[in-house]
């Protein structure tokens, strides 16, 4: 006799690509290197208070379009060229958007907008977007949502943020402690 206890909820599973196989395909160029670590610096100068520029974290409330997300980095690239006296400028790069209920995931969870949730696809699309970014030397900061995408894209980012509703989550609190970034 057999009995079914396990994945009762579950219709399919699909494995996700191992992290080293996407930096691997992408891996992190010397000038994109140089971006994000320049910018995790200065970020962290002006939290501590010896850089007193503002920082400022600029960007749409989420990533849906790479190619509109360039077209913005290229306008931001602008300002930030013209105000990197006084502003440490990083693009709001978040590809994870947190539901209570119902509602599009964003970008990396569901990268086709039509629930069909091609993850792998969606983690392509978002180390590719943040790699150009960084050798267009426009650093990007990101909400980190879930426990698993910061191993796909977590040395791309200059700066992390962890959301209101995740705050008390003892996982994202060992998470934001162990982040390169701050």
């Not at 910061?150 to 609190?173: C, F, K, N």
Request: net charge negative; proline share 5%.
């Amino acid at each position: 006799m057999s009995h079914t206890t396990d994945d009762v909820r579950i219709d399919k599973i699909k494995e996700l690509l191992p992290p080293v196989a996407l930096m691997e395909r992408f891996p992190i160029s010397d000038m994109g290197a140089a971006t994000v670590l320049a910018s995790r610096q200065a970020t962290h100068n002006i939290l501590h208070g010896s850089d007193d520029r503002l920082l400022v974290i600029s960007g749409p409330c989420s990533i849906h379009d790479p190619e509109a997300a360039r077209e913005y980095a290229i306008k931001l690239k602008t300002l930030r060229d013209s105000y990197a006296d006084s502003l440490e400028i990083v693009m709001r790069v978040y590809f994870e958007k947190p539901r209570t209920t119902v509602g599009w995931k964003g970008l990396i969870n569901d990268p086709d907008l039509d629930n069909s949730y091609h993850i792998n696809k969606g983690v392509n699309l978002a180390r590719e977007l943040l790699l150009k970014l960084a050798e267009m030397s426009v650093p990007a900061g990101t909400e980190y949502l879930d426990l698993i995408s910061p191993q796909y894209i977590s040395d791309l980012v200059a700066w992390g943020a962890i959301g209101a509703r995740t705050t008390e989550s003892q996982g994202h609190r060992e998470l934001a402690s162990g982040l390169s970034c701050p």
